[in-house]
């Protein structure tokens, strides 16, 4: 059960909102900081330890989708998006670049706050995970990962692109090197709330980088397969200036 005390950072362009959503979560326990938009979010997030982001799709400048990407990529914090009634692309879009939940406005605070709770159950399981990735490559057992461009570089200088699931894949195992992760931990930290029981999606994308990683795909040595608990880098990270 996640701790009631869990800071949360609501970010959205409208002050009302950002006021009612702010003030309902801070009288159900939570502490709350607020944002006007994605700049000062980021500002936000520097500066103290958040939780969890409850963010506004559409606001002025940067939107809440390109936020979303940014801290998926860059921070483990998990997000609830909010998304117009009308826009499913919004919300499509937003699960597939990592945000854990959505809620639809107009909205009722209880279902947000029953949304936040269940995001923090799930997510407060995870192994805690080494600091943000700044370095522009990440290498291990004889690989580097380009983060700017998505690229899995091997030792003769190939490059090798990977896909979005590829490399949210990629990046959960490789800030939790040694650590086994269950198909559920790595569906929230990759495909965020989409996930079915028995959903084999994880299996299909771990398989699918295998063959990217692994000299043998059948017999690898790289991610490894833990029989009854999930999957595991086997292999030591280190960033590269």
Not at 52 to 76: A, F, I, K, T
Not at 120 to 128: G, K
Not at 191 to 199: N, T
Request: with cysteine; hydrophobic share 45%.
């Amino acid at each position: 059960m996640p701790d009631a005390s869990s800071h949360i950072l609501v970010v959205d362009d409208h002050r009302d909102i950002r006021d009612l959503v702010g003030r309902y979560l801070a009288k159900n326990g939570f502490r709350v900081t607020t944002a006007e938009s994605a700049a000062a979010a980021r500002k936000a997030i520097k500066t103290a330890a958040i939780d969890l982001v409850v963010l506004d799709v559409m606001m002025p400048g940067e939107d809440g989708l390109s936020l979303c990407r940014s801290l998926r990529e860059n921070e483990d914090v998990p997000v609830i998006l909010l998304t117009a009634m009308a826009e499913d692309t919004d919300r499509v879009i937003g699960l597939e670049i990592g945000a854990d939940d959505y809620v639809t406005k107009p909205f009722n605070p209880r279902e947000l706050l029953a949304r936040v709770r269940a995001v923090l159950r799930r997510t407060t399981t995870l192994p805690r995970s080494r600091e943000a990735i700044e370095a522009t490559r990440i290498a291990f057992a004889g690989l580097q990962l380009d983060v700017d461009r998505r690229e899995l570089v091997g030792q003769d200088g190939v490059a090798t692109p990977l896909s979005t699931a590829e490399y949210q894949l990629l990046v959960a195992l490789l800030k939790r090197p040694r650590i086994v992760l269950s198909r559920e931990q790595l569906l929230d930290l990759t495909s965020g709330r989409q996930m079915q029981l028995f959903d084999r999606s994880i299996d299909n994308q771990v398989s699918r980088l295998r063959k990217k990683v692994e000299l043998d795909p059948k017999n690898p040595l790289i991610i490894r397969t833990v029989w009854g608990d999930g999957y595991m880098l086997a292999a030591d990270v280190e960033e590269v200036a």
